[in-house]
């Protein structure tokens, strides 16, 4: 036995030895002595694979520092208590699968044991007679997620099940056999939204695999060519949302970027891999093409008008896997997917600290703590590609992606959505009209969603990154038990609106049938939004109605928004426009302008209103949709009067 760095190194027959007297030691009860992860070392380098070994073995340690090894109760044992949430995500036996590949790849046992407990755990739990598992002990009784543990277990089983001795092999499969008749009698493609039955379409095709239970291929090819019908003449994959075929007034469908990039599409291309479905492979491919679209140069995906965004993080989905088994394991079929799950990887690591995914780019920062679930879910996904032998050496011209280029405007009018690239400016705006409800999980009733009204819902700058960025309409927790709460700190909605306070809020954001325009001309672009200031719930001011009119003008060199209203309101009107900023870039306000130092220059925001900007907060405000800092601008507002906000990049 060798010891490196303080850990425990063992040979396979070790491993196997390890397994076997974990496994008696968790069924007697007693306690495993604790197991802290290392400090991560993160150690830069051009190697794709070694970027991927170094992120996965980061998080795992991360994971170990986090479960519960020292008390002697069933109810804790084993578990991976959550920093953010305090409490046990159901979830969290997801990561058998990471940890038995990292245990299996480094030689280290003490990830193997780390697997064993929070199996155990998972089994004492959530699991049920039924065969299924819960979303949570308590929370949420939604058996819907029997499809990710059961895709974890097999993973485990097929990729690593030679680390555990006979007994505990033949009880996993035994267990993953029942997950597996219990999904067989419970998922249709109506079940939940589209993200479970095209997942199933891979638990099964993968089940029917390890399990040699050749019907479950049949309900796997059957679940995945039936998805082939939910999907928009764009590419775009729709069913994120109830009813998942109905349409909006607007024509639009139930789609969630998020969602979609980092557990249904990898779902189909691994399904189609495995089974050689040649029809469900091409689609998916035209369906990865499609979503590429809405990745930043950063390495981010735009989900800021999804219908599930209450989720979204600035690198994804905040309980989904990640977009690299797709991207990565489908490379041959364009160079630039390579590219997109490179630069999201990238981007996870900036975001990763003390070993944990944190759940946007400013948590850290911020001092809000990482949810683990973000942890345990993405790490299987960077297993599936070290284990694929997907994760290839970086070529050396780097791809172009398609916001890479000014190509002018894309409208997807399935999502009432328009991407506006000049310039070094990438824009979105959206008055998107589908109005999602939670329907397994807590909260969904309170009408709380992603922008709309012809918002400015993102606006970022090839220099300087993120400038503008929405949130949800107003935050509230649609799934309990898979968002956090705020803490003490300044916080508000982020996305850009003219606002009212009266007996509530009052926005630009919320009104489904507001109107948009749009004009592109190579030397600029203009969309034109009008609509009613409306509340979550979609009802005008108590006084009657306040009409909103907004312009956004962009150019090579700057972008301007143009606000006016019509109508009486009792209280004052605004157009707040938060600017992305962490508290550790210098600020500097003047009456009519505020400079914002950011990294990559220097950020130049005017105003033509006589009253000038009010007087900045000395905190920064934030929000955990999309995990942003930022300066909150405002100017009020006077009925028939134009307001016009200018933002540029100028030099220091």
């Not at 991560?40 to 520092?65: F, I, Q």
């Not at 060519?225 to 775009?236: A, C, E, I, K, Q």
């Not at 990482?370 to 599936?384: G, N």
């Not at 409208?411 to 400016?425: D, V």
């Amino acid at each position: 036995m060798n010891n490196r760095n303080g850990s425990q190194w063992f040979t396979r027959r070790e491993l196997l030895r390890v397994s076997a007297a974990s496994a008696a030691t968790l069924a007697s009860g007693l306690v495993v002595p604790q197991l802290l992860g290392e400090e991560p070392r993160h150690t830069a380098t051009n190697s794709v694979p070694n970027c991927y070994a170094e992120v996965l073995k980061t998080w795992c340690d991360g994971l170990l520092a986090h479960q519960v090894t020292n008390i002697q109760d069933d109810a804790l044992l084993g578990a991976l208590l959550c920093p953010a949430c305090t409490l046990v995500h159901g979830r969290c036996g997801d990561a058998i699968y990471p940890l038995l590949h990292v245990s299996h790849t480094t030689g280290d046992a003490k990830y193997l044991r780390a697997a064993l407990a929070v199996h155990s755990w998972t089994e004492r739990q959530v699991s049920r007679a039924d065969g299924s598992w819960v979303n949570d002990v308590t929370l949420s009784s939604w058996k819907g997620i029997t499809v990710f543990h059961a895709i974890a277990l097999a993973e485990a089983l097929h990729h690593h099940g030679s680390l555990l001795d006979m007994a505990t092999q033949r009880q996993w499969t035994d267990r993953l056999a029942r997950a597996a008749r219990f999904l067989d009698g419970f998922i249709s493609i109506e079940t939940g939204n589209i993200n479970y039955p095209i997942t199933s379409s891979y638990a099964f095709a993968l089940c029917g695999q390890v399990l040699g239970e050749s019907r479950y291929l049949d309900r796997a090819r059957a679940l995945a060519h039936t998805s082939l019908d939910y999907f928009t003449s764009n590419g775009l994959l729709f069913g994120e949302g109830h009813p998942l075929n109905e349409r909006s007034p607007k024509g639009c469908h139930p789609i969630d970027l998020g969602y979609n990039v980092e557990e249904s599409l990898p779902a189909l291309a691994l399904y189609s891999l495995l089974t050689n479905d040649k029809a469900v492979l091409d689609q998916t491919v035209k369906a990865l093409k499609a979503h590429m679209e809405f990745m930043l140069p950063d390495g981010a995906w735009d989900n800021s008008w999804g219908t599930r965004n209450y989720k979204w993080t600035w690198w994804g989905s905040r309980t989904s896997d990640g977009c690299h088994p797709a991207y990565a394991l489908l490379a041959d079929h364009d160079a630039r997917f390579a590219e997109v799950a490179r630069r999201n990887l990238e981007l996870m690591a900036s975001c990763t600290h003390n070993g944990l995914l944190y759940g946007g780019p400013d948590y850290f920062a911020h001092g809000d703590q990482p949810c683990i679930h973000h942890t345990f879910t993405h790490a299987k996904a960077l297993a599936t590609v070290l284990d694929s032998g997907a994760a290839k050496p970086e070529p050396a011209a780097k791809a172009t992606l398609p916001r890479d280029e000014a190509y002018g405007v894309k409208t997807f009018p399935e999502i009432a959505t328009s991407l506006a690239a000049i310039g070094s400016w990438r824009a979105t705006v959206t008055d998107y009209d589908w109005e999602y409800v939670e329907h397994v999980q807590s909260g969904g009733g309170s009408g709380a969603g992603h922008a709309s009204g012809g918002a400015l819902s993102l606006l970022y700058h090839q220099r300087l990154g993120p400038i503008l960025v929405a949130s949800m309409t107003e935050y509230s927790m649609i799934e309990i038990s898979n968002q956090q709460a705020f803490t003490d700190a300044p916080h508000m909605t982020l996305t850009p609106r003219i606002e009212c306070r009266s007996d509530r809020a009052y926005t630009s954001l919320s009104d489904f049938d507001a109107l948009v325009t749009k004009n592109a001309s190579p030397d600029e672009i203009v969309f034109e939004a009008r609509g009613r200031l409306l509340s979550t719930a979609h009802k005008p001011l108590p006084e009657g109605e306040v009409h909103y009119q907004l312009v956004y003008k962009l150019s090579n060199t700057t972008v301007a928004i143009v606000a006016t209203v019509r109508g009486g309101a009792k209280a004052p009107i605004e157009l707040i426009v938060p600017v992305v900023s962490r508290s550790s870039e210098a600020v500097e306000q003047g009456h009519d302008a505020v400079r914002i130092a950011k990294q990559g220059g220097i950020l130049s925001v005017t105003t033509n209103a006589k009253q000038g900007f009010a007087t900045l907060p000395k905190e920064r405000t934030f929000n955990l949709v999309p995990g942003f800092e930022c300066v909150p601008l405002s100017v009020t507002m006077q009925p028939g009067e134009e307001i016009q906000v200018r933002l540029e990049v100028v030099q220091s």
